[in-house]
């Protein structure tokens, strides 16, 4: 029997593959095609303290290979999604993996207090890396400090078990560095990767695509990032646990990642081109791996990185 069974800090799931945050809301369209169940986990958008309407329209733009998105943390605000969401995915059975975002380090300090009696969680994604901020001094995964601030705020208000994972950007000179300092500051795992800083200017109007002109791109044009940077952080902390994402389409680009040392994979960009790829990735990766001469997804895990003679 082939084991499919994977863990990121002390949570551990029935197989690898995960939504994308942000691009399955909480997971109610998604439903309607199959059994949430059928997932590693759903990890939610990322939710503030309070009620956001995002940024002005338009938020999307079609690039090669790739799509550029400027939503601006558009949502209910913790309570609502505590009272509404939260209920409705512990009554659906699945493992629900909650995404915070904050615009201060008190906010996430706030947002951890919020969630930590909250049952049914499996893990907190901890998002210090969206793209779509007014200020970009707020991407807190784009420096060392203000990383390790929130990560240490999450920390210490989290109490018990709930496992971190520290979502990164690769915008950056060296995600190893800031990987180190967000698990120096307590993360247990690591989300790999966010968007990565684009824009689009439409040769007709002559005029930025997006109204927040700035975007996030994601699709498979980012996957060799996505690729690069888990490879990287993967070879200076092989004991810290990667979820990854970027760009994967198909079972084969799940696999790709997991050689580069991701142990779970969320899927985000490809379900809005069809809301089942998650369901297609997972059999794929399966049949991938089997025939690949594995006997557990967990031996393929950083296979990338092993030299001949020491397999
Ligand atoms: O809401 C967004 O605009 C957004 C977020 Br929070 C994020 O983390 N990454 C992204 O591409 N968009």
Redesign the pocket.
């Known amino acids: 029997m082939f084991n499919f069974e994977t863990s990121l800090g002390q949570a551990s799931f029935a197989n690898p593959i995960f939504t994308a ?2 691009c399955a809301g909480s997971g109610r369209e998604l439903s309607q095609f199959f059994e949430l169940t059928e997932l590693g986990a759903v990890v939610t ?2 939710i503030m303290l309070k009620p956001r309407s ?2 002005a329209t338009p ?1 999307m733009a079609e690039t090669p290979s790739g799509m550029l ?6 949502g209910p605000g913790i309570d609502i999604f505590l009272e509404k969401d939260i209920p409705w995915l512990r009554d659906q059975g699945a493992n629900i993996v909650v ?1 915070i ?1 904050g615009e201060s380090v008190e906010d996430y300090a706030v947002l951890a207090r919020k969630l930590r009696s909250v049952s049914g969680i499996s893990a907190l994604e901890v ?1 210090i ?4 901020v007014e200020n970009r001094g707020q991407v807190f995964a784009c420096h060392p400090e203000t990383a390790r601030a929130a990560i240490e705020a999450v920390r210490r208000n989290i109490g018990g078990e709930l496992p971190i994972i520290a ?1 990164l950007t690769p915008d950056v000179t060296s995600i190893a560095m800031i990987a180190e300092e967000v698990v120096a500051a307590g993360a247990d795992a690591l989300a790999l990767i ?2 990565v800083l684009g824009m689009v200017i439409d040769t007709n109007t002559m005029r930025p695509k997006l109204a927040g002109k700035t ?2 791109l ?1 699709g498979p044009a980012i996957r060799p990032v996505a690729v690069r940077a888990i490879y990287q952080v993967h070879e200076a902390m092989p004991q810290v646990k990667i979820l990854g994402m970027g760009g994967v389409a198909t079972g084969r680009d799940a696999f790709e990642l997991i050689l580069a040392g991701a142990s779970a994979v969320s899927i985000g960009t490809a379900t809005f081109g069809n809301p089942t790829a998650v369901m297609k990735i997972k059999e794929e990766l399966k049949a991938g791996l089997i025939a690949h001469g594995f006997d557990s997804l967990k031996e393929a895990v950083g296979y990338a990185h092993r030299v001949e003679g020491n397999l």
Do not use: D, H, V
């Open positions: 945050s942000g958008k990322s995002g940024r938020r998105n400027s939503i601006g943390l558009q995404s975002a998002n890396s969206c793209p779509n979502k966010n968007t975007g996030g994601s």
